[in-house]
C-alpha cells in the first residue's frame, strides 16, 4: 500500500504566498482530483507531491519516508509525473519519446525502445498507430497524450498529472480519465489529477481535494465538494445538475 502525504506545507515564491498550511493525501487504488480556480495553487503544490519542489515548512511523506531526503533515482521510480506544459521534443520518433520513462529505471536504447510497458502505454493512449511517426509533428493534444504516454512508461506505483485532459477531444478526455480510473482500481496505483472540468472530475475522482487562495478550501467527496454553494463561491459560477454531475452554465451575477 502506497501513501503520498503533504503535511502542513507552505510555499512562498517571489515574496506571495502560495501555498498555505496544505495537508492532502493519495493512496494506492484511489484518484484524488485537485480543482480550484487559476492560479489557487494547484500545479505548486503537484510539484511538492512530485519532489520537484521542497515547501518552506512541513513535508512531504511517501511511506513514511521524507521525500526531501530519498535519493532522486528512487524518487523517479516511485513517482511519476506529467506536467502541465507540453514541450515540444526534437525530431525523434513517438517511441523513441515514449520510451524516455524507462530512464527513471535506468534502461535506454534498445531495452527501454522494445520494453512491453512501452508498447503497452502507446496502446492505452491510442498512440500505437502513430509511434514511428516524427513526434515534434503532432497535435497539441496527440502531444499531450504522448507526454502522458511517457509517464505511464515509468510504471510507478504514483501517478501526478497536471492537467492531463486540457487539450484533449472529449473522447480521448474521457479515454484518458477511464485510464486513470483503472490504473488506481485495478492495477492499485495512487494516482492525483488537476482538473478545470468539474464533469470529469466528479465522474471519476474518488476524491476532491478544492483549493483556492493557496489553501485546502474543501474535500472529501465528489457530491459533497461540488455542492453547488461552494462552487459557486469558489468559481463564481452557476451550475445545471444532469444527475450529481455539475455543468458550469453562467457566471454569478
Ligand atoms: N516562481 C514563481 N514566482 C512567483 N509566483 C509564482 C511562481 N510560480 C507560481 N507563482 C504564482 O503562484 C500562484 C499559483 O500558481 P499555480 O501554477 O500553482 O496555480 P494553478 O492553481 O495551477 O493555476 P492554473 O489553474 O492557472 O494552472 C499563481 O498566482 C502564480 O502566479
Same mark, same amino acid.
Given at each position: 500500500?502506497? $501513501?503520498?502525504?503533504?503535511?502542513?506545507?507552505?510555499?512562498?515564491?517571489?515574496?506571495?504566498?502560495? @501555498?498555505?498550511?496544505?495537508?492532502?493525501?493519495?493512496?494506492?487504488?484511489?484518484?484524488? &482530483?485537485?480543482?480550484?480556480?487559476?492560479?489557487?495553487?494547484?500545479?505548486?503544490?503537484?510539484?511538492?507531491? *512530485?519532489?520537484?519542489?521542497?515547501?518552506?515548512?512541513? $513535508?512531504?511523506?511517501?511511506?513514511?519516508?521524507?521525500?526531501?531526503?530519498?535519493?532522486?533515482?528512487?524518487?523517479? /521510480?516511485?513517482? !511519476?509525473? +506529467? =506536467?502541465?506544459?507540453?514541450?515540444?521534443?526534437?525530431?525523434?520518433?513517438?517511441?523513441?519519446?515514449? !520510451?524516455?520513462?524507462?530512464?527513471?529505471?535506468?534502461?535506454?536504447?534498445?531495452?527501454?525502445?522494445?520494453?512491453?510497458?512501452?508498447?503497452?502505454?502507446?496502446?492505452?493512449? &491510442?498512440?500505437?498507430?502513430? *509511434?514511428?511517426?516524427?513526434?515534434? /509533428?503532432?497535435?497539441?493534444?496527440?502531444?499531450?497524450?504522448?507526454?502522458? $504516454?511517457? +509517464?505511464?512508461?515509468?510504471?510507478?506505483?504514483?501517478? %501526478?498529472?497536471?492537467? =492531463?485532459?486540457?487539450? %484533449?477531444?472529449?473522447?480521448?478526455?474521457?479515454?484518458? +480519465?477511464?485510464?486513470?480510473?483503472?490504473?488506481?482500481?485495478?492495477?492499485?496505483? !495512487?494516482?492525483?489529477?488537476?482538473?478545470?472540468?468539474?464533469?470529469?472530475?466528479? /465522474?471519476?475522482?474518488?476524491? @476532491?481535494?478544492?483549493?483556492?487562495?493557496?489553501?485546502?478550501?474543501?474535500?472529501?467527496?465528489?457530491?459533497?465538494?461540488?455542492?453547488?454553494?461552494?462552487?459557486?463561491?469558489?468559481?463564481?459560477?452557476?451550475?445545471? /445538475?444532469?444527475?450529481?454531475?455539475?455543468?458550469?452554465?453562467?457566471? $454569478?451575477?
Amino acid at each position: 500500500m502506497t $501513501c503520498l502525504l503533504a503535511s502542513d506545507v507552505s510555499l512562498s515564491l517571489g515574496g506571495r504566498h502560495i @501555498l498555505r498550511s496544505v495537508t492532502m493525501s493519495v493512496q494506492s487504488g484511489a484518484v484524488v &482530483g485537485l480543482i480550484g480556480p487559476n492560479g489557487a495553487g494547484k500545479s505548486s503544490l503537484l510539484r511538492l507531491l *512530485a519532489g520537484l519542489k521542497v515547501p518552506d515548512t512541513g $513535508c512531504l511523506l511517501l511511506d513514511d519516508q521524507n521525500l526531501a531526503s530519498v535519493p532522486a533515482h528512487w524518487r523517479a /521510480r516511485q513517482i !511519476a509525473f +506529467m =506536467p502541465q506544459e507540453i514541450v515540444r521534443p526534437p525530431p525523434m520518433s513517438v517511441r523513441h519519446v515514449a !520510451a524516455l520513462g524507462r530512464l527513471a529505471h535506468g534502461e535506454s536504447g534498445s531495452v527501454a525502445f522494445h520494453h512491453p510497458k512501452v508498447t503497452e502505454a502507446l496502446e492505452q493512449t &491510442g498512440l500505437l498507430q502513430s *509511434a514511428d511517426r516524427p513526434a515534434h /509533428r503532432l497535435s497539441g493534444g496527440e502531444l499531450a497524450r504522448l507526454s502522458l $504516454c511517457r +509517464m505511464l512508461c515509468v510504471d510507478a506505483p504514483v501517478l %501526478l498529472a497536471d492537467e =492531463p485532459v486540457a487539450a %484533449l477531444d472529449p473522447a480521448h478526455a474521457l479515454m484518458v +480519465m477511464s485510464l486513470f480510473q483503472k490504473a488506481a482500481h485495478q492495477d492499485g496505483k !495512487a494516482v492525483v489529477v488537476v482538473l478545470h472540468d468539474l464533469a470529469l472530475a466528479a /465522474r471519476f475522482c474518488d476524491q @476532491l481535494v478544492l483549493m483556492q487562495d493557496g489553501a485546502i478550501r474543501a474535500h472529501g467527496l465528489p457530491e459533497d465538494v461540488l455542492a453547488e454553494t461552494l462552487v459557486r463561491d469558489v468559481y463564481q459560477v452557476t451550475t445545471r /445538475r444532469i444527475g450529481t454531475i455539475p455543468v458550469p452554465w453562467d457566471l $454569478c451575477p
